[in-house]
């Protein structure tokens, strides 16, 4: 079958660095998929984006769609064949409707009932009357953020500027937004020109030409290449940032790095200060020496060649000179302040509307961490760290250094903490508390700093709940599942002993108690276990649990979260022995017929006729004993021990024990047995849950 090579570019306004290479991926996966349903071969596909362009190279793309033989499906035979054995009416209308003559039809058995059936032979399309179905494609395109232009109602990332639709030396016809498909690319803005794509092969040597490196990939690996060569020139150390160079790669067309200095002077400001500066706010790389001081230079990438390069470094230095002067004047001005009065002002920052302010957020907090340290047993003088902690956790949100950059709250409070004499530990704990910020970020390491974030973020996910602001599929502006991953996470870092079902209820009740509510108390305790048992559930997963085994653990409640993963993590150890299922399927007899007990019925041994039974009853009294208090003291292991010894009693016991008998009395005694084991079983996990294939 002949082959050709197709192009297809999308040329656009700059981009958003952070939309070009989720749109690229979105591309190249929709072609391939559209290519694949519309069974049209292709040999390789290529993906390319700049700032300025998303685009597919399809290697090898055949010239005409696969034929078929497609089979079809009529009436039951019943009703396509008469008494006489002849077609009906249906089946003649069927096989019109699929361009057969009745000779062609046939029958065959489905499920038991016989139908007629027709195959029909389908030649495949030309390929090229195809490819403009792309426009579709195009349009599809998914972005953060979209933008309508002009007249046109299409709403897309940014106005489409030119679009190449390239098979062979053949042009695919079609328009969008008044821009006609065909062959001629743009350059680079200032460097290139525009340029004819004659051959779509030529693609990446046509846009080289004029200053443009459209392979992502290959732009990353230039600056990266760049960026050692400088490292190794100056023996210097320049830590690579992977999200920074993944962004400077697609803020530009043609990268060439250069390094610029700054004013040593600006050194004494904190560490973060400086490289928040260059990293977030200008996109420099910092500098290192080998000792891992910072030194007074940056590394940037431009968007063209090494032409009038020591007039671009100029103007990077000024822009960051000005920055860092007014970060040096922040840093000198918020010096100034006392700790204690600017904590006052916390009041007069508005938190919520329907929450009141940050100052009685902080006093909120300070409440549930006392009362978080008291259920660790903590000593006084942590105690008292705690206490400090949470009362000015909060206090940088007043200075004019994180007005400017707020992603520095908690380490400038840190740090002007340092600088106000507070104790080290207190200073510690300031930062500590807004770990972990992410997801993979680390847990507070100090006890301080594991409390008060605790606090801070059940306070936040509590009062959120509370006046209706529950996160809905993507949506979650406050960020309330990462909180809470973040407290399961802190759990399981520290193994901590702390009753989450205890937590919720407690701050709950404080926010009822300042009357922050709008929801009723019981259903807000309600969403919120459930919303952590998700989070739970997630993690398990995330840690390769399967589901079954995890939707077990989780039926015994997260109370006690560390002691549900090692339970989870147990199971898994356990699944593929030989003895696991047995042992499932005995607890499982046990909780499948405790379900028919009547509630509130207690055991009477003098009631029981069999030996099964008060060998039974033996082993549920001493096994519930026994799991309670390995579970109480996380020990899973002695608790699953526990159950196993119960597989023989439980199996003697259904072979020679019948449950529901006739007399109600005997029944009765016999499902209150079932019942309170069951209660025993469920503490560990509802084994009923566990699928095997």
């Known amino acids: 079958m002949s082959k050709r090579d197709f192009l297809l570019e999308i040329g656009l306004e700059e981009l958003p660095a952070r939309f070009v290479s989720d749109g690229e991926k979105q591309l190249a996966d929709k072609?391939?998929?559209?290519?694949?349903?519309?069974?049209?071969?292709?040999?390789q596909i290529s993906s390319f984006s700049t700032p300025r362009r998303l685009a597919v190279l399809v290697?090898?793309?055949?010239?005409?769609?696969?034929?078929?033989?497609?089979?079809?499906?009529?009436?039951?035979?019943?009703?396509?064949l008469d008494e006489s054995g002849n077609w009906t009416k249906a089946a003649q209308g069927f096989a019109r409707g699929q361009g057969v003559s009745v000779d062609d039809l046939y029958i065959q058995e489905v499920k038991g009932t016989e139908y007629i059936f027709a195959k029909k032979f389908v030649a495949g399309q030309e390929t090229a009357s195809l490819l403009p179905e792309l426009k579709e494609l195009i349009t599809s395109l998914h972005f953060p953020k979209n933008m309508r232009w002009h007249t046109y109602s299409l709403r897309y990332a940014r106005p489409i500027q030119w679009l190449v639709a390239l098979y062979g030396q053949e042009v695919i016809p079609f328009e969008i937004t008044g821009v006609a498909a065909g062959l001629e690319t743009a350059g680079h803005r200032f460097l290139g020109e525009n340029v004819t794509i004659d051959e779509p092969t030529l693609y990446k040597e046509k846009l080289l030409q004029q200053y443009v490196m459209a392979d992502s990939e290959e732009r990353k690996k230039a600056i990266r290449h760049q960026i050692q060569s400088i490292m190794e020139e100056k023996d210097w150390v320049i830590p690579i940032d992977e999200d920074l160079l993944d962004e400077v790669t697609n803020l530009v067309e043609y990268p060439t790095a250069l390094f610029g200095r700054f004013d040593e002077a600006f050194l004494s400001l904190p560490n973060e200060v400086l490289i928040t500066s260059m990293r977030e706010h200008q996109r420099y790389f910092p500098v290192k020496n080998q000792a891992g001081e910072l030194l007074p230079y940056f590394v940037t990438i431009r968007n063209g060649d090494h032409r009038h390069l020591e007039n671009v470094?100029?103007?990077?230095?000024?822009?960051l000179r000005a920055r860092l002067s007014d970060a040096a004047f922040f840093y000198g001005e918020d010096q100034k302040l006392n700790i204690d009065e600017a904590n006052k002002r916390l009041d007069q920052i508005v938190y919520h509307e329907e929450l009141g302010s940050i100052g009685d957020k902080v006093k909120r907090v300070k409440v549930l961490a006392a009362s978080i340290a008291e259920k660790l047993g903590v000593t006084s003088q942590t105690l008292?760290?705690?206490?400090?902690?949470?009362?000015?956790?909060?206090?940088?949100?007043?200075?004019?250094?994180?007005?400017?950059?707020p992603e520095l709250q908690g380490r400038m409070g840190e740090v002007y903490a340092e600088i106000a004499g507070e104790p080290p530990e207190v200073a510690k704990g300031i930062v500590e508390h807004y770990l972990p910020r992410f997801a993979g970020d680390?847990?507070?390491?100090?006890v301080q700093g594991t409390v008060v974030s605790l606090a801070d973020k059940l306070d936040t996910i509590a009062a959120c709940f509370g006046i209706g602001l529950i996160p809905t599929g993507s949506q979650d502006p406050y960020a309330l599942r990462r909180q809470a991953a973040g407290v399961v996470q802190i759990l399981l870092d520290h193994e901590l002993d702390l009753d989450v079902d205890e937590l919720l209820l407690e701050t709950v009740e404080q926010l009822q108690e300042k009357e922050l509510l709008t929801v009723p108390e019981s259903e807000v305790v309600k969403q919120l276990r459930e919303f952590f048992a998700l989070r739970v559930k997630t993690k398990l997963q995330d840690e390769g649990v399967r589901y079954d085994l995890t939707d077990a653990v989780l039926a015994s409640g997260i109370s006690n979260v560390p002691v549900v993963f090692k339970k989870a993590k147990l199971l898994v150890s356990k699944v593929n022995t030989p003895e696991f299922k047995e042992l499932v399927e005995g607890l499982s007899r046990v909780t499948n017929i405790a379900g028919k007990a009547e509630k509130n019925v207690a055991i009477n041994p003098d009631l029981f006729e069999k030996e099964e039974e008060r060998v039974l009853y033996e082993a549920y009294v001493q096994t519930k004993d026994l799991v309670q208090g390995a579970l109480a003291s996380g020990d899973v292991s002695a608790a699953y021990a526990a159950l196993e010894q119960t597989i023989e009693p439980i199996h003697q016991y259904f072979e020679h024990v019948m449950v529901m008998v006739d007399e109600q009395v005997i029944k009765e005694n016999r499902l209150a047995l079932m019942h309170a084991f069951a209660g025993v079983i469920g503490s560990y996990a509802n084994f009923q849950e566990i699928v095997f294939k």
């Open 59 to 80: 290697i090898g793309l055949a010239e005409k769609q696969a034929d078929v033989e497609e089979e079809s499906r009529g009436p039951a035979k019943k009703i396509a």
């Open 313 to 319: 470094v100029k103007g990077n230095e000024k822009v």
């Open 31 to 43: 072609v391939e998929s559209f290519l694949k349903e519309q069974r049209i071969s292709f040999e």
């Open 384 to 405: 008292q760290a705690i206490n400090r902690v949470a009362e000015i956790c909060k206090f940088d949100l007043v200075t004019q250094m994180v007005g400017e950059f």
């Open 442 to 446: 680390q847990s507070p390491s100090s």
